[in-house]
């Protein structure tokens, strides 16, 4: 079985579902393909300049509701850049901002991004994780589009990508939703927008083994996989529902209807229970979006408790602590798949980063939700297309942010 499992797993980590049908030989030659992408991605990496001679000189939030909070990031010489705080609880992230991590910042070089990031961390050692990354994220993302926006160019071109478009997946957030419904919307959405992959939602959210009622999700697989054909790639999230057994279960049913992932089987700080499921299983694991600490990230990546790495930007703590877990992922042939689940600019700069990884995944999360508490938010919107959104490849993050929604927001800066 485990032969077999890691078989399947490089053929469609590696090299995507093409592969799968085509044997061992053509496997080799991918693993082979990835090195030297990510030996001159990390070259890239090591050799962009930690220097610019600024110093930080403010750093503004800006907050609407709770779920919502941006970060203006000024340097002594007036270039700017605008990040994002993590999204939920974002006024209690911009708090963390201001009081615990602004005194580290203010003065340091916004080039160093990456001194900064450990910086923020080791000094808050007793306040692991969780809200000051959520917090670092909107700090570090500033940090990536002003220095973007002083060499015009794009993130994604700072980190070595190209503009281009990419592949995306239609990600349902929805467990209210009855299977018949759920294949219906996906179905339209795969004929107006050409979606070429689904992800769905099984189980309960940390269901201890209950479905969200008796019955759902083994009538939702097989309902979706009929009605969206073979041809598109059906993903499948169960969001720390199961333990070892049940989820083994589960997952054998959703290899009977050729599922591409299988999400956050069991609860994600468990990860012997995760990797006893990914052992035991031909469907690739996929997981990884709640985890902040790099020191656990290293422990799922040498557990195998997951074969594609999914780290969340905003989570985690902005793109310089996802590109390390992206590398990490990548020196262990895994694929990474950054978890990005609303249209607030966390998608942005999942697709900046996603346009530049040498393990980038087949495809990105792209929610099929309305767009509410994330709409209007900058400009231009993302537009799918045959399955596809483009790359902004303007300097930074290549948008406008709402001037009206800033004006609105409720608004504190640290300065020197
Ligand atoms: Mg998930």
Redesign the pocket.
Known sequence: MRTNRRTFIKQVAVTGAAAAASGGARMVQAEAEIRPELKAFKERWQALPRQSGLKIKSIETFVQGTNLGLVRVRAEDGSEGFGQLSPFDADVSALILHRKLAPLALGADPYDADTLADRCIEANYKYPWSFVCRALCGLDTALWDLRGRREQKSVCQLLGGTAKTIPVYGSSMSRSIQPKAEAERLVRLRDEKGFRAFKIRVGKVCGHDQDEWPGRTAELVPTVRQAIGEKVALLV?G?SCYTPAKAIEVGRMLEQHRVWHF??PCPYWELEWTAQVAAALEVPVAGG?QDNDLAQWRRMIRLRAVDIA?PDICYVGGITRAVRVAMMAAEAGLKCVP?S?NLSLVTLFTAHLFGALPNAGAHMEFTIEKDGWTGGLYAPAFQVVDGRVAIPDGPGWGVTINPDLLAKAEKQISQR
């Open positions: 999230d969001n999400e956050e979006e999914q978890h689940a």
